[in-house]
């Protein structure tokens, strides 16, 4: 990526056709490889221009940064506002919090070459627990050095199953 090609207006990908895939070294995305952490400076070269949503939480003085391309359905995390944590795909449901791509992603995901509902629909499902009612909220599984996370849009789903695609509202990939 040459000094100029830092402010281009369109992406370097066409972002109406993505491919998504995931394995131990990274993430491709129609055969460009990204690993984690890497600059945000990346991810608008390839996607283009982003949304930004900062937080401050109470907790820390640091802010936190959400970057959102919302014809897409992407979206990332950074502590810092330029070295990017994760990577989420919107894949189902409404959106739900203010840095929530507000379309749904239209292209392919896959891990390690598999279809990403085959493979988190057996992933194991994380509960929220308290005072006598059990809650599935997630499903996690790694794949090398990431996590993969994907939250249940329905919270009556009560056994922890994922049946269908709609069942998962997004995939968000991230160091473990």
């Not at 369109?10 to 129609?30: H, M, Q």
């Not at 952490?37 to 070269?45: F, R």
């Not at 919107?90 to 085959?118: A, C, K």
Request: glycine residues 8%; proline residues 5%; hydrophobic residues 35%.
């Amino acid at each position: 990526m040459g000094f100029f090609d830092l402010f281009r207006k369109k992406p370097a990908l066409d972002t109406t056709r993505l491919v998504i895939n995931l394995t131990e070294n990274g993430i491709d995305v129609n055969e460009v490889h990204i690993a984690l952490p890497c600059g945000i400076d990346t991810l608008k070269y390839l996607f283009g221009s982003a949304r930004q949503t900062v937080h401050s939480p109470t907790f820390t003085p640091e802010k936190n940064y959400n970057y959102t391309w919302d014809k897409i359905g992407l979206y990332c995390y950074s502590k810092g506002g330029s070295i990017v944590h994760n990577i989420s795909v919107r894949m189902n449901g409404e959106p739900d919090l203010s840095y929530s791509p507000s379309s749904l992603f239209g292209g392919i995901v896959t891990i390690n070459g598999e279809n990403w509902f085959d493979v988190m629909k057996n992933a194991e499902t994380e509960w929220l627990e308290d005072e006598g009612f059990r809650v599935p909220v997630f499903k996690r599984t790694t794949i090398g050095k990431y996590s993969l996370i994907s939250e249940f849009t329905n919270e009556d789903i009560s056994d922890g199953t994922a049946g269908i695609p709609e069942d998962l509202k997004n995939i968000e990939i991230e160091i473990h």
